[in-house]
């Protein structure tokens, strides 16, 4: 094509434009750069025609061709795909429109910040890191940079400083959002002692209830009706809450209780599906505000309120503080106190909470379900058991795959005991952590500075399916559990597929969770007290591949037998517990 007939066809674009007619002028575009790829003002021009179609993503991806080629126009396209891209949550491109943009505005905190923050989405933490440090040096007042540094230092597993970083985000006194992502982030911490982390919660508690120091009256209840019990969650999804909660929704006798889920899941799945079919009153939640929820769930007159968010993702205690229904309780999504006054009860179990135990650490009073506060369902993805990989392998691999903040220092630096006490033994530890190299390089260095070679150390990251995550353990002989923060769904899969878990039951929930599964499973063998117990019981556990070989073959029928399995055991006592509890008013 020559220069003419470039020049003719422009013209048509720009008169098609004015006219409106954005489909042929988007087709004139597009066949413009296949000849002229190199033309920054025909790309941008599409990206305009596009934008204007509702053709994002593409429009996105128009500017950003544009601004690859140095002109005069390069910082607004480029712009214009970041604008596009954090407007529609496009991650990809949000990254290399930062990534472009840095080229020309190197000392700008915002797009560092924007960089980092694109980064942390697509999981290079370490990398968001050194843009956020950056945003931070050049604007150290902007709590925004501060928040997100945060974040990604817990994810790195440094939580002091993570937590260092979330009390400088308080600066900006209307946020809540420092104060519950430093609450939840606590739980990470070995070096913080229950009572602190109590009384943190219980001042964030008290925060959000000041705002609202009158309750609204409730009218009074038709006891001749079924009891409205409230479900509100985001991760009706494929996620592990769902793996616990799904034998709840299933099983409610209908007679006696109507059902209402507040989903506030912004990426519905089939499991949402499944999981919407088997409720009476399904509420799409997830873009009301805190006050709106309260209002639609007094408009529905719910009798009992279950919260399964805790101060995971985007709490909801707002509502909660505020009193949304006579009876709230708190249950499954977090491992700790909500720290409200007006949530009446967090439902747990004797071996997660012993009585005399942990109540000191609650705001809310504990109902202790009588064979454990868990009913696990296990994924229809799972694959077949294989036998012990130490049969053919001719050593133990330890493994974990708990959330990389969980794994402590001072967990570490057990497992690098327990490596030296059984020896030509591996570890085999599975995290998103693990996708960047740098984080592998440091841990290589961790481990050999202890006198462990990396040859005998095993690292994957996040897998496509869960049916490929819960293959890793196919590698795994002894599941290791972290302290204090136990795992929950890591470990139920990791009995499912036959590995056992030692855990060491600390002295709030937790610290505990590990036991009450084990206790509920029949395999206290595992449990342990102290971290020299834990060690030792790893150790000997390694010795016995009898033993270790018996258990993965019988592991799957051990749990369809035990309590944690027994759906119809698990809802008579839930329930009877909500009749217990209904308000009389």
């Known amino acids: 094509m020559n220069q003419i007939q470039e020049i003719i066809l422009k013209n048509k674009i720009t008169e098609l434009t004015k006219q409106k007619k954005y489909v042929e002028a988007e087709q004139v575009c597009i066949k413009l750069t296949q000849t002229s790829p190199n033309d920054s003002q025909v790309w941008f021009a599409l990206g305009q025609i596009q934008q204007q179609l509702g053709k994002l993503q593409l429009a996105a991806n128009s500017y950003l061709m544009a601004g690859k080629f140095k002109s005069e126009m390069a910082v607004q396209v480029l712009q214009l795909a970041l604008d596009i891209s954090l407007q529609t949550d496009l991650i990809a491109e949000g990254f290399m429109a930062t990534q472009e943009l840095l080229k020309y505005q190197p000392e700008s905190s915002r797009v560092n910040y924007l960089q980092g923050y694109f980064a942390s989405r697509t999981g290079q933490d370490y990398m968001a890191n050194c843009f956020y440090e950056k945003a931070i040096k050049i604007d150290p007042s902007n709590p925004t940079y501060r928040l997100y540094y945060a974040q990604v230092l817990c994810h790195l597993g440094r939580v002091t400083e993570g937590l260092e970083q979330f009390e400088l985000a308080k600066s900006e006194k209307a946020n809540d959002e420092p104060h519950f992502r430093s609450l939840f982030a606590m739980n990470y911490s070995h070096l913080l002692d229950e009572q602190r982390i109590y009384q943190a919660h219980l001042d964030y508690g008290k925060r959000l209830e000041d705002r609202s120091p009158d309750i609204e009256p409730f009218e009074p209840r038709d006891s001749s009706k079924r009891l409205k019990i409230a479900y509100v969650s985001k991760d009706f999804v494929r996620h592990s809450v769902a793996y616990f909660f799904f034998s709840i929704i299933k099983n409610h006798n209908r007679q006696n209780f109507e059902v209402f889920c507040y989903s506030d899941t912004e990426k519905a799945d089939d499991f949402t599906e499944i999981i919407r079919g088997q409720c009476e009153h399904w509420r799409e939640s997830h873009s009301w505000s805190d006050d709106e929820l309260y ?229 206290e063998e595992f449990i342990t007290a102290n971290i020299e117990d834990y060690i030792a019981i790893a150790a000997t556990a390694a010795k016995d591949l009898k033993r270790l070989s018996a258990l993965r073959k019988n592991m799957r029928h051990i749990m369809s037998k035990s309590t944690l399995m027994d759906e119809k055991r698990f809802i008579r006592e839930l329930e009877a517990e909500y009749t217990k509890v209904a308000p009389s008013r």
């Open 295 to 523: 209002q639609r769930i007094r408009d529905d007159k719910i009798d009992i309120l279950i919260d399964l968010i805790g101060l995971t993702g985007t709490p909801r205690v707002g509502a909660y503080a505020k009193k949304a229904a006579p009876v709230q309780m708190s249950y499954l999504g977090y491992a700790n106190t909500s720290g409200l006054r007006r949530m009446d009860y967090r439902i747990s179990d004797n071996w997660a909470d012993p009585a005399g135990m942990t109540e000191q650490l609650h705001t809310e009073k504990l109902i202790r379900l009588p064979g454990g506060f868990l009913s696990y369902t296990p994924s229809t993805s799972a694959p077949d058991l294989v036998e012990l990989p130490a049969l053919k392998a001719g050593h133990i691999t330890f493994g974990s795959f708990n959330f990389f903040p969980k794994i402590t220092n001072q967990v570490l630096d057990t497992w690098i005991k327990i490596l030296h006490k059984v020896p030509d033994s591996k570890l085999c530890i599975k995290a998103k952590y693990f996708i960047e190299q740098h984080n592998t390089n440091q841990m290589i260095a961790k481990f050999e500075k202890a006198g462990i070679s990396k040859e005998r150390l095993i690292f994957k990251t996040k897998t496509l399916t869960v049916r490929s995550h819960l293959e890793c353990y196919n590698q795994v002989d002894i599941h290791l559990d972290t302290f204090p923060y136990n795992g929950t769904t890591t470990t139920c899969e990791a009995l499912w597929q036959g590995v056992p878990t030692v855990t060491l039951a600390g002295h709030d929930h937790r610290s505990r969770v590990g036991n009450s599964i084990l206790h509920q499973t029949g395999i």
